[in-house]
């Protein structure tokens, strides 16, 4: 009768597993190609890559290619490590050789926990040399878990042992694989560790909670960052122990990487899970924090803030709080500009235009004109030099609705009835939104008033903002009016002045006589235009034929512009019965 036949499956190798049998290696090895035999072995499969001879023999490595007494070679390669636990030994420790041989395998365990390759391998040279033991899983666990080192151990290493279990016909058992698996967090390797899991769920092994951590952490390593999420959530819902350093790992690890909300979601995945601890450490707040700010994360940053700050748990740095301020101006949180703005009072913070200019732009978004304008006060109250550009949030502000402008007026009026100084570029800006409106006749009402208002009077940014309001509306006659103002009141004009004066006179009349002497007057006193007023001027004389035209040209030359080819074609077209040499000029200067 034939003998009964033994089904070797899964359940059979859980259930057996020191049985063996000729095709538990092939289906270890399923998906992966064999390993060529070395030293007259015949060729076995393995589910771990095969690596050619070359590629094994550039491996930088200290472990012999089979534990051999003969090929161990230990005391040649001596690492920081071992020296430092050499060091630290108990100075009546026992020798290892004179240890049992239980106890050398106790020890082997614990200096492979530890990372302590040398000492590992001094072990097992003993048990192979002197013991007579043969290579066994426990040793081969106690390399593996020993290339944990940072410093001893590569991925290149790991494979290459575990190709030689495969060899030496060692099988490894849940605990080797949970010591690779660590390996592999420290040294990562994607394929290896999927190799690895492959082959537990293959032989129905379990991952315990390191296990699970361990996978997670190396996911991590690979820059892996969807799946890492994904297997944390996963260990969340099944229950399974994160462990805080995998927390604060994960956490870091997105901070580094700009990746402001996926730390946010784990943060409040940590406070959601059932086990474990649920705060982070205080240096992981302030850098988040710092992170979140500078990023623009609103809901993280308040969220630290009210729970963090205001109870002084943590105190962020100066600059951590002043892209808070930028954060709170961008979303309009008033309350959390003043709580930044009093923690820096606190801290005697010299404050300058930058800081209330956040302040001031976080009163506008949330729509409080009334505090915005007693910002600026404020600002004036300190000695702080106010221009447009420092307020230029009012403007951008007032420019949003046509009834706006007025109602900046009214309120500037009645703190200056009150005995406020109120500085002339708060009404410039209103000025400036009211042309913006095109309703030039509510900013000349605005302008009549200034001297009431404003103890400075009009500037010259004033007539500047004005002249513009003529240009758009075409009123040359008007801003001839504004101009002779100017020089009443004594004020000087600036290069801007000129240059809008210019555009008005060019745009609003046919005749340029005015214009160009403008720009005579301009020149004479070392101011220079700008290119679009250098080529307004040139195609009004063009049109007109004006003489002066081709000395206008040259002139923008000289003041470093350079003309299109169009405009000097027109210009020498226009002006060919001019003077043999003022045409043969212009000619020879642009190559036509």
């Known amino acids: 009768m034939p003998p009964p036949t033994l089904v070797n499956d899964a359940l059979w190798r859980c259930l057996c597993p020191k049985f063996q049998s000729p095709t538990a290696l092939r289906n270890f090895s399923r998906a992966q190609s064999c390993l060529v035999a070395r030293n007259g072995h015949t060729q076995r499969p393995t589910t771990f890559r095969a690596t050619s001879r070359s590629q094994i023999r550039h491996v930088n490595i200290s472990a012999p290619s089979r534990l051999d007494t003969n090929d161990l070679s230990f005391g040649n390669h001596r690492s920081p490590v071992s020296s430092i636990s050499k060091r630290s030994a108990k100075p009546d420790a026992p020798s290892l050789v004179h240890l049992p041989t239980n106890a050398l395998y106790d020890r082997l365990r614990r200096d492979g926990a530890a990372g302590r390759y040398n000492e590992v391998m001094n072990i097992v040279k003993i048990l192979l040399k002197d013991r007579r033991e043969r290579p ?186 002043l892209d808070i301020l930028n954060l709170a101006s961008r979303t309009g949180n008033v309350q959390l500009a003043t709580d930044v703005f009093r923690l820096l009072t606190e801290r005697k913070t010299i404050f300058t235009s930058h800081h209330y200019e956040m302040l001031l732009e976080t009163y506008l978004n949330d729509k409080d004109l009334p505090a915005a304008l007693s910002v600026i006060l404020i600002m004036s109250s300190s000695g702080i030099k106010i221009d447009e550009s420092s307020i230029h949030p009012l403007f951008t502000h007032l420019r949003s609705s046509p009834t706006l402008p007025l109602e900046a007026v009214s309120l500037l009026q009645r703190e200056s009835n009150a005995g406020k100084h109120i500085p002339t570029a708060a009404l410039n800006s209103c000025i400036q939104a009211s042309i913006h409106h095109s309703n030039l006749e509510e900013a000349l009402d605005i302008y009549k008033i200034i001297h009431t208002i404003s103890r400075g009077g009009p500037t010259t940014q004033t007539f500047n903002i004005l002249f513009q309001g003529c240009h758009k509306a075409r009123r040359k006659e008007l801003a001839m009016y504004l101009a002779s103002e100017m020089v009443e009141r004594g004020i000087a004009p600036d290069a801007m002045t000129y240059d809008r004066l210019i555009l008005v006179c060019c745009n609003a009349s046919d005749d340029p006589e005015d214009a160009f002497a403008y720009y005579e007057e301009m020149r004479s006193s070392g101011h220079v235009p700008r290119r679009g007023c250098f080529e307004i001027l040139i195609d009004k004389g063009v049109e007109v034929g004006d003489a002066r035209t081709p000395h206008v040209l040259r002139d923008m030359r000289d003041c470093g512009f350079a003309p299109k080819k169009e405009l000097v074609r027109s210009v020498a077209n226009r002006f060919v019965n001019a003077r043999d040499g003022e045409r043969e000029d212009v000619v020879r200067e642009d190559g036509f």
Request: aromatic residues 10%; proline residues 2%; hydrophobic residues 45%.
């Open 136 to 321: 066994n899983v426990r040793m081969y666990s106690a390399i593996l878990h020993s290339f944990a080192n940072c410093q001893e151990g590569t991925a290149g290493k790991i494979r290459k042992v575990m190709e030689e279990m495969v060899e030496s016909g060692v099988d490894l058992d849940v605990g080797a694989c949970h010591n690779a698996l660590e390996a592999l967090a420290v040294h990562p390797d994607y394929i290896l560790r999927e190799e690895v899991l492959s082959y537990m769920k293959e032989r129905w092994f379990s991952l315990n909670d390191r296990g699970h951590n361990m996978v997670a952490a190396g996911l991590l390593r690979d820059r892996l960052f969807e799946q890492a999420i994904e297997k944390i959530e996963d260990m969340v819902r099944q229950r399974i122990s994160v462990h805080d350093w995998l927390w604060d790992k994960a956490v870091w690890f997105f901070l580094d990487y700009g990746e402001v909300d996926e730390a946010w979601q784990l943060m409040l995945l940590r406070q959601q899970s059932a086990t474990g601890k649920k705060d982070f450490s205080k240096t992981l707040l302030t850098h988040f924090l710092d992170v979140a700010a500078r990023l623009c994360h609103v809901e993280g940053v308040n969220s630290i803030w009210t729970t963090q700050v205001i109870p002084n748990y943590i105190k962020p740095a100066t600059g951590t709080c």
